[in-house]
């Protein structure tokens, strides 16, 4: 996984409530073992007029020229649905490192820690002044620090973050790459304790 220490970037509004994981990522496209390739699906139906890639759809965020970045900023109760890794899988296969919501379901939440997606929960009043900016404001989210800052505004707030996930994030590991790190104290005491 890639290292995330400081994400400074402009950021794509999605301001809708209970964004299921079939809509970030449909079940039709769930085939794939690996994964590349899915951040063309991601929102799928909402991107496009009947799945066709030729008829997007001009007023959704992600079709909008005006919006970018590595950062998606939704409404609360993001990632509810079903367990589908995948989710994370899309976001982070089109291009964001972090997911800012005043409210993730839970196994959205580890999946996306797990894959190096930041999903970064605030509060409702500090989300709807997020969703104020124009859109070429910036956010500045310090994984080190757990803020998450208005860069226009200076208008900063905490995030909380379990800290073998943050570790993990800081570092670039996944479970595998943080049991390598550890190995010479594994080895250390494997030998202490024989």
């Given amino acids: 996984m890639k290292a995330l220490q400081k994400i400074q970037s402009c950021f794509v509004p999605?301001?809708?409530?209970?964004?299921?994981?079939d809509q970030i990522i449909p079940a039709r496209f769930l085939k794939a073992t690996t994964r590349?390739?899915?951040g063309k699906n991601l929102f799928r139906d909402w991107r496009y007029e009947n799945n066709d890639e030729a008829k997007p759809k001009a007023d959704f965020a992600l079709n909008n020229s005006i919006y970018g970045g590595e950062i998606l900023v939704a409404g609360k109760n993001f990632g509810c649905g079903s367990s589908r890794e995948h989710a994370a899988w899309a976001l982070q296969d089109y291009?964001?490192?972090?997911?800012?919501?005043s409210f993730?379901?839970?196994?959205?939440?580890?999946?996306a820690l797990n894959n190096g997606v930041l999903p970064v929960t605030v509060s409702e009043p500090f989300l709807q002044k997020i969703f104020e900016q124009g859109n070429e404001a910036t956010?500045?989210?310090?994984?080190?620090?757990?803020?998450?800052?208005?860069?226009?505004?200076?208008?900063?707030e905490p995030f909380e973050l379990n800290p073998y996930k943050k570790t993990c994030l800081l570092n670039g590991y996944d479970d595998i790459d943080f049991l390598l790190s550890r190995r010479a104290?594994?080895?250390?005491f494997e030998k202490e304790s024989a």
Avoid at 14 to 21: G, K, R, S, V
Avoid at 104 to 111: E, L, M, P, V
């Fill in 14 to 21: 999605l301001p809708m409530e209970n964004i299921d994981t």
């Fill in 36 to 38: 590349d390739g899915f």
């Fill in 95 to 101: 291009g964001f490192n972090a997911v800012i919501s």
């Fill in 104 to 111: 993730f379901a839970d196994i959205f939440k580890n999946n």
């Fill in 139 to 156: 956010l500045s989210i310090d994984v080190e620090k757990q803020t998450i800052t208005i860069d226009a505004t200076g208008e900063q």
């Fill in 185 to 188: 104290a594994i080895t250390t």
